[in-house]
């Protein structure tokens, strides 16, 4: 109990501490008064950029912990938030001294910042890193270019597992390790840890070092450990623990995981009271705390039915989930159910690709060549993991969505209880058997008579590219002319790669707003690309896109006839020079409007027109289409007599999740359904995809 009141009070008086200094002081004055100003910073993290996706253009905005030393002439040393919109900011580097104009803002509650600082521009480099940033900086840039040379997914995940450095990650697989419970082998933690200083020590046994020095080794491997990795929450935890159980080995005490852990969390968040906010520290002490509890037990338990060597990896991946179940219940990630196996799947594979990649990492600096060599096994073992994480990600229902907040934590909590004992005698235990194995023929029934991807026969696929437009209409085999390239360049990628598409005879862009351009290096990837169109209202943005290669603008009346398809260009009517100021409205209406016909199927592709456009299409006499790719992402902006003249039996939404616009607008799905359409959306459907059957078009979607 005491010990109990002296760690609350250490707790306390830290955190009032540091609630002091950034409470007050002249930043957080300033702040308050919104004041703009010159700063001099040291930078005390990683920059970390953040893309906001909007319809007109992105933001990207770069986040990046520092320090202020100075302001307003004044002497300070307190903890500052920078967001900037400055590509330059994402090359700094911790320890380095920068100057910069920002207005000052005062952090959201509960933060320990003194400020939020708004910066725009580049800062100002005072002077280059310490000489130790400088070093781990190589090495993580020498192990980047030593896996240049492996296939994709193996050059992307391969420094992840070493370092951490998830920046080369594409989209598309980060999603696979997150669906597949894999997300925490990018978060290089206890487990990488673990595996170094075990290969240390034993490297120091087999050449004959000392008690003392095989540690001391171990010890300078868990501090050069933390400065490539980067300090942070899981690697601050583990390289702790770490260094306990080193000071146990030197000093002959017996080594115990738990008060280990116990004393790694109270000596961190004492130092650093935020981590107690932090969602990532809590879930690497809750999975490590399961791993030292729960695990042996389990393991003992399924060692009687199982050889150990399957129950021992089995029972450790379990326990590591189980324990982080509720808080990422919380946060809504859903119920994994693909996670265990998955991690067991992949578990032989982590040990050779980390250790080899680490050595890779080593003599990288030194000897690059060599290190390219070394690479080569360690792919063969990243490709594992990745196949793993790709194939558990596809797997039907590898996630059940839950209930967020504290709500789905005491579900998910009573769901485990009753789960528990009714599972403690044979016939609830026979019929949860007899259940489960019920749920996974169905599930493999389903996936077997289930359509593939591509569905044989397509003509249209809405490629599922976020909140934008992406659009594949089929030429002949591997072509498709492109219409939009959607706002990212790697899901349109993706979805033409799926697609089998080679060649892109003709490619549409109907507007340049981002999300329908900026996808655009994701279509010239690998494929060749022949006439490019845009909008005769168009301000020239897709050139930038575009380097070295003509455009031509679409007219009203222009045909293409591309294999089994004839392309009509129908809009813009009325022609409208954009302006850089102009509305998203004006630069909606500029859209080039198309009917895209093959024999017995006629697709009505609308781009963003808004209401105006639609009324003056309409005058014009709008062609009767099946399919309807609906006006601006399925907005409010829309005529019911545009949409009701065209007389669609299919209608798709290309459209983001979550997105910030309200699309689609719940009354134009209303009036949609009202007229007696099948609307799909791909925020909900994934990639849509028409075929023709003898009945009439027929839609497949990607989920």
């Known amino acids: 109990m005491v010990a109990t009141l002296i760690c609350v009070a250490a707790s306390a008086l830290g955190v009032a501490l540091r609630l002091t200094a950034v409470g007050s002081g002249p930043v957080h004055a300033l702040a308050v008064r919104d004041s703009t100003l010159s700063l001099e910073a040291v930078v005390t993290a990683d920059p970390k950029a953040i893309v906001r996706t909007g319809a007109i253009h992105h933001r990207e905005t770069v986040l990046v912990p520092v320090r202020a030393e100075e302001v307003d002439h004044q002497r300070v040393r307190v903890p500052v938030l920078v967001l900037a919109d400055a590509p330059a900011w994402k090359r700094v580097l911790p320890s380095q001294r920068i100057r910069f104009t920002a207005h000052l803002t005062t952090p959201r509650r509960g933060e320990l910042l003194a400020a939020v600082a708004l910066v725009r521009g580049p800062p100002s480099l005072l002077g280059t890193p310490s000489a130790i940033q400088r070093a781990a900086e190589t090495i993580r840039l020498r192990l980047r270019t030593a896996a240049s040379g492996l296939p994709n997914d193996q050059r992307e995940v391969l420094p992840g597992l070493v370092d951490g450095d998830a920046s080369l990650l594409e989209p598309d697989l980060a999603d696979a390790f997150e669906r597949a ?5 990018m978060a290089v933690s206890g487990e990488n840890l673990s595996l170094i200083l075990g290969a240390v020590l034993g490297l120091g046994r087999i050449t004959g070092l000392g008690r003392r020095a095989g540690p001391l080794l171990a010890g300078a491997a868990i501090i050069g450990f933390v400065i490539v990795a980067r300090p942070s929450p899981s690697v601050l935890r583990a390289a702790v623990m770490g260094s306990i159980a080193l000071i146990a080995l030197v000093s002959g005490r017996e080594r115990q995981g738990v008060p280990a852990l116990c004393a790694a969390v109270l000596i961190l968040v004492l130092v650093d009271p935020e981590l107690a906010r932090s969602y990532g520290f809590a879930l690497s002490a809750l999975a490590t705390a399961g791993i030292l509890v729960l695990a042996p037990p389990w393991r003992d338990r399924l060692s009687r039915r199982m050889p150990r060597g399957l129950a021992e990896p089995l029972a450790v991946s379990a326990a590591a989930h189980a324990a982080c179940a509720p808080v990422l219940a919380m946060l809504g990630a859903g119920v994994s159910l693909i996670a265990i196996p ?152 993706r979805c033409l ?33 022949g006439t490019v169109v845009i909008s005769p209202d168009s301000d020239g943005e897709e050139h930038r896109l575009l380097p070295g290669r003509t455009t031509r603008t679409a007219a009203v009346g222009d045909v ?61 006499g709008v062609p009767r289409a099946e399919i309807l790719k609906i006006p601006h992402h399925g907005s409010a902006h829309q005529d019911p007599a545009f949409l009701a003249a065209v007389h669609a039996r299919i209608a798709i939404a290309s459209v983001g999740a979550g997105n910030d616009y309200g699309h689609p607008a719940p009354s134009t799905m209303s009036e949609l359904t009202a007229l007696g359409e099948h609307v799909y959306r791909t925020d909900r459907d994934g990639d849509v995809a028409v075929i023709r059957k003898r009945t009439g078009p027929a839609v497949v979607t990607r989920k």
């Open 342 to 493: 998955a991690n067991l799947l992949a578990a032989p594979a982590v040990g050779p690709a980390t250790l080899l990649g680490v050595f890779a990492a080593m003599v990288a600096p030194f000897a690059l060549p060599m290190a390219g060599v070394i690479v080569i096994p360690a792919g063969f073992a990243v490709g594992w993991i990745t196949g793993v994480a790709r194939l558990g990600a596809g797997t039907p229902y590898a996630a059940i969505g839950w209930p967020t907040g504290l709500v789905g934590v005491a579900l998910l909590l009573a769901a485990v209880a009753v789960a528990l004992m009714a599972l403690r005698r044979p016939l609830p235990r026979r019929i949860a058997a007899a259940a489960l194995a019920g749920v996974v023929a169905i599930t493999i029934g389903v996936r077997l008579l289930a359509p593939g991807w591509p569905p044989r026969g397509w003509l249209f696929v809405t490629c599922d590219v976020g909140q934008g437009d992406g659009l594949a209409l089929f030429a002949g085999k591997g072509q498709a002319v492109v219409v939009d390239t959607g706002p990212d360049p790697r899901p349109m990628d």
């Open 560 to 620: 293409w006839t591309v294999g089994p398809m004839t392309l009509t260009v129908l809009g813009p009517l009325t022609t409208t020079h954009v302006t850089e100021g102009d509305s998203g409205t004006t630069v909606n209406n500029t859209s080039i409007v198309m009917l895209a016909h093959w024999p017995g199927l006629g697709v009505l592709l609308c781009g963003d027109v808004e209401i105006e456009a639609q009324r003056e299409l309409l005058a014009a």
């Open 497 to 529: 790669h799926d697609l089998g598409v080679r060649t892109v005879p003709l490619l549409v862009l109907t507007h340049p707003h981002a999300d329908h351009i900026d996808g655009i290096p994701g279509v010239l990837r690998g494929r060749a690309v």
């Open 181 to 185: 419970g894999l997300t925490h082998l």
